[in-house]
C-alpha cells in the first residue's frame, strides 16, 4: 500500500519523562555541590535549626536588652530588623557642629 515506506514509530513518553527525571536528578545533585545552602536538604534543615535557635535565643536576651538600653518605636515595631542600621544615621547621631562664633554671622555660600 505504501510501496515499502515505514510508518515512524509512535512517540515513547515514558521515556521522554524517565530522561527529563534523569536530568533534574543530575543537575540538582550538581547543584547541590555548587550551591548547598540552596539545594542540599541537609544543609536547608541544618540553616533552619540554626535561625529557629536564633529566634528563640533573641527572645530570650531582646526583652533584658531592651531594660537595659532601652527600645526606640522603629525596633519595637519590626523585631527582624534590631542589628540592621537604617539607611540615615543622621536621625540616631547628634549634630558635630561648632556653634558659630559671637560676633561673625555665619552665611551659606553657594
Known sequence: ???GAHR???????????SAISLLIKSHKRLAKIMPEYF???EID???RELEQERQRDAIIRPAL????GTTDQESQSPLSAGIQSGS???ARPALR????????TVNKR
Open 1 to 3: 500500500m505504501l510501496g
Open 8 to 18: 515512524p514509530a509512535p512517540p515513547n513518553y515514558l521515556r521522554d519523562v524517565c
Open 40 to 42: 542540599d536538604y541537609v
Open 46 to 48: 541544618r540553616r533552619h
Open 66 to 69: 531592651d531594660r537595659i538600653y
Open 89 to 91: 544615621d543622621a536621625e
Open 98 to 105: 561648632r556653634p558659630p562664633k559671637e560676633g561673625k554671622q
